[in-house]
Each structure stands twice: as C-alpha cells, then as structure tokens.
C-alpha cells in the first residue's frame, strides 16, 4: 500500500495530466513555442512527481506547473543561441508575475488557446498519420509510448516521429491559429479525422485503470462545437458532431459506480442522455438534408438506431448491418467489415458471424486487435465452443492496456 501522502500526490498528478495539461501546454505554446513549450512542461511534471509526495500537492495543482513550466522555459530559451526575437520573448515572459499564471489558467481565452494548438495538429503541412500522433500527445496527455501502443509501432519510432512534426511546426513557421474560413474547408476533413480520434481515446483510453475519459470526449464534443460554427454547419462537421453526441449520451450507463465496463447489451437504458440523444439525431436530420452522407453519416446512423431500442433485442441489427455495408464501401477499413460481421451475427447466428470474423484474420489494419479476438470469442462462446472461446479471450486480454475492458473479458471468459 502507498502512504498517504504519495497516493494523494500520484492522483493529484494523474488529474493534472487528465484535466489540465493541453490547457497549460497551450498558454506556454502561445507564450514560447512548441519545442520549448513541451519540454518545460515535461520537466515540471517530473519535479511534481520528485516533490509533492514529501512537500504535499498545492493548494492550485495547475497553477503551481505552470508557475515552474514558465521558469524552466525561460531558462531554456536564454540558453540557446540569443537572437533579437527571443530575447524579446525572454523579458516578456520574465517580466510577467507568477500570478498572472494563475489568471491565465482562469480566463475564458485558454479555450481559444486550446483551439489553437488543435488547428496547429492537423495542419496539412504535417503528415496525415502524424496529426492524430500530435493531437493524441499534446491535447489527451498520452505518453509517447501509449501513442506508439495506438498506431502499433515502437516507442522509438513514435517519438522520431513526433519529433520530426515538431521541427516542422518550427521551421515552417506553421502558424499557431485559427485558419480563415476559405482555408478552413480545404482542411475539414484533416480536421474532423483527428477530433474524432480524440473522442474514440476519450471512449475507450488507450491504458489506464478507467475504461473512459469523459473529459477527453467532452472536449472533442466542445471542438466539434466549435468548428461546426467555423464552418458554418458544413454536412460532415454536423454528421461528425451528430456521431459524437450519439455515443456520448451513453456514457453514464457504460459503466458501473465502481469503474467496471458495462457492455451494451446490459446497459440500462434509462441513464442514457436522451436529450443529447434527441439533439444528435436533429443535426444528423440536417446533414442529410445538406447533402449526400458522409461516413460520419452512415457511422452516426447505426448509432442512432442502437439508441433507438428500448431494449437490446428489439435492435434493427438488419439494418445496422446494411449501413456498414455502406461504410465499408466508402472507406474499406477492416475494422468495418469486423462490426458488420457481428451485426450480420445477430440475424444471421454466431456460425455466420464467426466464418465472417475468422475471414478477417490476418488482415492488415485489423490482425492482433483486441476487437478481432474479443468479437471471435464472443462468438465461440455463443456457439457453445467453450475451450476455443477461453483461448480467444486470452488473446484479447493480452491485446488491451485499458484494465477496466481486462477486467470485462475476464469476466467474459469465466462464464464461457
């Protein structure tokens, strides 16, 4: 067991982390830049894990990182190479008091700032794959490693990676704004892929003891927001933020007072937002009536019929399968053809779905996923091949860092 002290200094830091590290990442990007910015931030968070177990968290956890963030990047900027501009940023940070640090924290403009570096992430100057890379580190707090562990590939190369956007934000002089409007269309898909990546890490974390992070998908619900009025309710800004709403108004019944995962088929229904239910439905209406669906669309469409049923047996899953048919013809991912075999299950039977599921295997995009094993288990569990299903939940388990979907497969495993 940790000593008290130690256990409420790692949850002040966890919180820190979870609520407000991209707001006070953003005020020091405004103030020093990128590279400058992350690594002062770093450092302040590594000084808080060494100093708060033995002097005791401060009274403004926030305040207190930022407060230490901006020394160590004024040091850092007066250590490199001194031209006219950074000194000019150095006594401009240095003649600001610490409180207004504080003040900074509190003003309605850090949501501006936080606009900002999402805008700055999905620039079309950086690599497609690197935005959602940039915006899951910066703006969700993740590690370069939890990042890697998303994209399946080695901390190293994740990190070269990051590294590389980074000097390209700096000497690209990629601005650290909101685009015009005639700009912002050309990059609103760039734009929408990333929110919606954000959201799906608040959905389901990447790692961690917890299976969602509101805070993260309330974020990526205000952004969406946001760039609907940018956009001037543009179809696939609306279909996007309809798809949002749709899967966020569950997020009470998802799991139980005690953090364990709650599949949809054992939801209660009745915490489900249906007022936010109601609103995403109404924006997906005007989508559709602005133009052709978009994937977004067709993706908010199946969700809206999953919140339609008053119970889980009374799904359209006939129907929740043609739609991913249409998905998976407008952007081939294997992860679609995987949700529509398990649709395709519930008409059709476990036997179906299964032959369906076991075609996926080896496919690229979708092979070692713990979606992959956990539906094939699923599946041989309600076939009855009890053995099979054990093995496939194994597989699963091993495949997932998020401890509270272990947890749920465990519990899966045991009644197979």
């Known amino acids: 067991m940790l000593p008290d002290a130690q256990r409420e200094a790692r949850d002040a830091i966890q919180r820190f982390v979870r609520d407000d590290r991209a ?28 100093q708060w177990p033995d002097e005791g968290v401060p009274a403004s956890p926030a305040a207190w990182v930022m407060a230490v963030a901006r020394r160590r990047a004024i040091d850092a900027l007066r250590r490199r190479v001194v031209h006219s501009q950074a000194r ?11 409180a207004n640090a504080l003040a900074a924290l509190e003003d ?41 562990r998303a994209f ?36 609103l898909a760039s734009v929408l892929q990333v929110l919606y990546a954000i959201f799906n890490e608040g959905y389901v974390a990447t790692t961690g003891a917890s299976l969602q992070r509101i805070d993260l998908s309330d974020e990526a619900v205000r952004l969406a927001e946001l760039l609907c009025v940018l956009v001037e309710g543009h179809p696939d800004a ?15 019944a998802r799991t139980t007072q005690d953090g364990e995962m709650i599949a949809l088929d054992e939801q209660d229904r009745g915490l489900w937002d249906r007022a936010m239910i109601a609103r995403g ?17 067709i993706e908010a469409a199946i969700q809206a019929l999953h919140d339609d049923a008053i119970r889980y047996e009374q799904t359209d899953f006939a129907q929740i399968a ?27 039977g476990p036997e179906a779905g299964l032959r369906a599921v076991l075609a996926l295997e ?24 009890s053995d099979e299903a054990r093995r496939a939940y194994d597989e699963a388990i091993a495949a997932t860092r998020n401890e509270a979907e272990r947890r749920f497969l465990a519990r899966r495993r045991a009644s197979a």
Not at 153 to 182: C, D, H, N, W
Request: aromatic share 6%.
């Open 23 to 50: 707001r006070v990442l953003a005020a020091l990007v405004k103030r020093c830049g990128f590279d400058v910015a992350e690594d002062a931030l770093d450092t302040a968070i590594e000084l808080a894990v060494r």
């Open 88 to 98: 000019a940023t150095v006594r401009a940070m240095r003649d600001e008091h610490d």
């Open 108 to 148: 309605e403009s850090f949501g501006d700032d936080r606009l900002r570096l999402f805008f700055t992430c999905c620039h079309p100057a950086i690599a497609e794959d690197t935005r959602i890379a940039l915006a899951l580190r910066w703006l969700s707090g993740l590690s370069t490693e939890d990042v890697a």
């Open 152 to 187: 399946c590939v080695a901390p190293t190369t994740m990190a070269q990676r990051l590294f590389r956007a980074k000097a390209k934000i700096e000497t690209a002089g990629i601005p650290y704004e909101v685009p015009e409007k005639s700009e912002l269309r050309g990059r």
């Open 238 to 252: 609306l279909s996007l933020l309809a798809l949002l709403l749709l899967v966020h108004a569950r997020r009470a």
């Open 281 to 297: 439905k109404s924006l997906l209406d005007r989508a559709l009536r602005a133009g052709p669906p978009s994937a977004y669309a």
């Open 322 to 348: 043609d739609l991913y048919r249409l998905l998976r013809a407008k952007v081939d991912a294997p992860i679609v053809a995987l949700n529509e075999a398990v649709a395709r299950s519930m008409i059709e």
């Open 362 to 385: 080896g496919v690229e995009g979708v092979d070692g996923h713990h979606a992959l094993y956990a539906a094939k288990a699923d599946l041989l569990r309600r076939i009855g091949r």
